[in-house]
Structures are given as C-alpha cells and as structure tokens.
C-alpha cells in the first residue's frame, strides 16, 4: 500500500546535545495523529542516541548514508550491519550531494541498494536533474537513466522496501522550488517508468517523495498533488516547528 511519508535529512547539523533538543521539540511539537510514516536522518554519530531517544514514538531513524561492502578496510566508512546493529533500518541512498560531493555514480549507488536490501532495510533512494538538464529538457531522460543504472536491477519483491524520493539539484538548499505542476508532471513520469518496467501493482504502491526547498507555506499545494506522497526535507527539517506544520500539511 503506497505511504504518505515525511522525512528529515538533517545532513551535517547538530552535535550530540542540539540532535537531543530537535528531537525534544520535535516529540513535543509533531501531531500524534498523522497517519504518514515519519522519519529523521541524524549523522552517524547521534543514530543511536536518536533511536533510545525516539523508542516510544512514531518516529523512525535513517542514515544518511552506508558503505556498499559487508565490512573491510574502509576507513571512516558505516557498514549496514553497523547501522542495523543500532536499530535503524532505513538509509537514504543518492543524494545529489553524495553523488556531487562524493563521486557516487549510480553504479556505485546500484551496488549501495543492493547491500541495503540484503541487509532487509528500506532505502529512501534520492535522483534528480541538474538545472543544465532542465534547461536542454533533458530532464526525463537523465531521471529515467539514473533509476535504469541505479536502482532498476532490484527484483520485484524488493520494492517492499524501497521508495523514491525525487530531488531536483536546482532546487536543493537554493530556495527554488519546483512548482507543485512540475513536481506532479515528474512523478507522473516516474511512476509510468516503474510501471513500465515493474507492471501496475508496484508503481501505485511505492510512494514517491518530492525534496527540494519545501517549507510550512508550499508543502500544502506540493503534497496535494496525486502523485506526491510526502517529502524529504532539509533545511526546513531543522526546525521543529517548520517541520510539524510540512507533517500538518501532508
Ligand atoms: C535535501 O537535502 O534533501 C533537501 C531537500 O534540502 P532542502 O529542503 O534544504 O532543499
């Protein structure tokens, strides 16, 4: 069954004791009676104290990241088993700033899913076109190409555990957001490319997240749209209040 879903990416923010506060605000300030899955993505460091922390609540934790390989010299890295040892099962995989910053190509990323999968974890996989492919209109082709090389190799009953979180670079961080029109217009697509390649039943179930500058004032127009299950958010994540009001708003 396809989930409304609002997450947080709290990206490289908040020590140990700023990560408990949020986390006080935000138990104190989220509605308890939001039937959509929410989720906040801490840095390595503070995932496990975020897990005692939010025990009793109907929030769950990801990692922002994880290492394709099972263990290794790999230093500096997080394995999922580590991840999972610690109780949290979700992980974000693609990111635009991973895959800028970092080198992640999607082959790279194909291998990251796979490991997530194996290890039963559910991975908020990000894409998402740069402003230059918008401007050529390449931006179907370059979203359809990074699900085909990235995630396209995973077996039908895979897509229990994952969902998409569509993110346009240009509107990452920069105040621009795509209009609820071209947000619905991409996930259209991309719900017809999985259909296409998965059959019917998994493109309605998986939920689709739109990332990119959403705020307490657009998340309401964003989120009306029928192929918009929720958000991933970052700066506006960082703010209980502005947070509580996207999760009032989906
Ligand atoms: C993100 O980093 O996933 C994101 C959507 O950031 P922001 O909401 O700040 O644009």
Request: charged fraction near 25%; glycine fraction near 6%.
């Amino acid at each position: 069954m396809r989930k409304k879903i609002v997450a947080g990416n709290w990206k490289m923010h908040k020590n140990a004791e700023e990560t408990e506060d949020l986390l006080n605000d935000l138990i104190d300030k989220l509605p308890n009676d939001v039937e959509a899955q929410i989720i906040v993505a801490p840095t390595f460091v503070n995932l496990a104290s975020a897990v005692d922390h939010l025990e009793f609540t109907n929030i769950a934790v990801a990692a922002q990241n994880m290492h394709q390989a099972e263990a290794g010299a790999f230093t500096g890295e997080i394995s999922a088993n580590m991840l999972k040892s610690i109780g949290v099962n979700t992980v974000i995989i693609g990111h635009s700033e991973r895959r800028a910053y970092f080198n992640e190509t999607d082959a790279l990323l194909a291998n990251k899913v796979s490991t997530a999968l194996k290890h039963d974890m559910v991975v908020i996989f990000c894409f998402g076109e740069e402003l230059k492919d918008r401007q050529d209109n390449q931006h179907f082709n370059v979203v359809e190409n990074q699900l085909r090389d990235g995630l396209f190799h995973i077996e039908n009953k895979d897509w229990e555990q994952i969902v998409l979180a569509y993110e346009p670079v240009w509107a990452i961080g920069t105040g621009e957001t795509a209009s609820p029109e071209q947000a619905q217009e991409m996930h259209e697509f991309i719900r017809e490319t999985v259909r296409k390649r998965y059959g019917n039943a998994i493109a309605e179930d998986v939920s689709i997240l739109y990332g990119g500058s959403v705020k307490p004032e657009n998340a309401g127009e964003i989120f009306s749209k029928p192929d918009v299950d929720g958000g991933l958010i970052g700066g506006a994540a960082l703010k209980a209040e502005d947070f509580a009001k996207i999760v009032e708003a989906i």
